[in-house]
């Protein structure tokens, strides 16, 4: 078990809600076929929720792994599992808070690095802009007026390099995976692939899950039947090929935003965009994060 390496996607949330598991248990029998495991989500996470609130960031000992893998794994001879859930760096009322993003994420991901102490552990995140993500976390929480959700936070310190940071300086030995969840609906194959460790050309079912929520069926199909007849050199004609059936069949309201919040001018929604775009610059030239661009 110690060779085999354990996969976590951390959300965040407003990203993916889950889409990641769920288009990976798609190919669950191929992927367990490569000695690649991804367990259903009920397996495992009251399990680690409860081994983390027993062990309180300090590594697990045999015991608790044993428990922990006999919940997820039926064979011995696994090379890589894959887990995953939103609230592992934080439940939705604490992922925002007075004006921080994640304020506890290198402490919580650490206790989720301890839990597999033996094992070498690899971390994937999406991260989004500011500008939609507060209102989506906010529309969620729904507790106060958004004023006062928002009350003292600046575009200039509200940074997702401060949530990467924190998460290498407490986990100097397990590498980061970061990619935008904007650019989701064009790399999500590359992610699927990378969070299983597997090599592009691997194929995998379910490469259209996130382009089907924001594009017209028609133009899914169409994208389908121009695929097969027109195979794609390149993972660079690929997206271009998805960037141009997805500006003539994207679904307008899904894919167009508009942010009228109260306190929040043009002004500041632009400069939050401006400095997420600077910010993800700064991301990738963390020593030990890789970035996933479109």
Request: net charge negative; proline share 7%.
């Amino acid at each position: 078990m110690q060779s085999m390496r354990i996969s976590i996607h951390l959300g965040a949330h407003c990203t993916d809600e889950d889409q990641l598991v769920k288009s990976l248990i798609k190919n669950q029998k191929a992927l367990k076929n490569q000695g690649i495991i991804v367990p259903g989500p009920r397996k495992y996470r009251p399990v680690i929720r409860d081994i983390l609130g027993k062990l309180k960031g300090e590594p697990a000992d045999q015991n608790a792994q044993d428990v922990l893998f006999e919940s997820v794994l039926d064979s011995d001879d696994a090379e890589r599992l894959v887990l995953s859930h939103e609230n592992f760096l934080a439940n939705h009322v604490n992922a925002f808070k007075n004006g921080y993003l994640y304020r506890n994420a290198g402490k919580n991901s650490a206790a989720l690095r301890n839990l597999f102490p033996n094992n070498p552990v690899e971390f994937f995140i999406a991260v989004r802009d500011p500008a939609t993500y507060i209102p989506a976390m906010h529309h969620i929480v729904d507790r106060d007026p958004f004023e006062d959700y928002v009350a003292g936070i600046h575009p200039d310190t509200l940074v997702w390099s401060d949530v990467i940071l924190d998460i290498r300086e407490h986990n100097p030995d397990a590498p980061i995976t970061v990619w935008c969840n904007e650019d989701t609906p064009l790399i999500w194959p590359e992610v699927m692939h990378e969070i299983c460790g597997l090599e592009q050309a691997f194929p995998m079912k379910g490469d259209f899950d996130i382009l089907a929520k924001i594009m017209a069926p028609e133009g899914i199909k169409r994208l389908r039947v121009y695929l097969k007849s027109h195979p794609p050199a390149t993972e660079i004609q690929r997206r271009r090929v998805l960037a141009a059936f997805l500006d003539k069949y994207a679904l307008e309201d899904e894919v167009e935003q508009e942010i009228d919040l109260p306190g929040w001018t043009p002004g500041i929604i632009e400069q939050f965009t401006a400095n997420y775009d600077d910010d993800l610059i700064e991301i990738g030239r963390m020593p030990g994060v890789t970035v996933l661009t479109a």
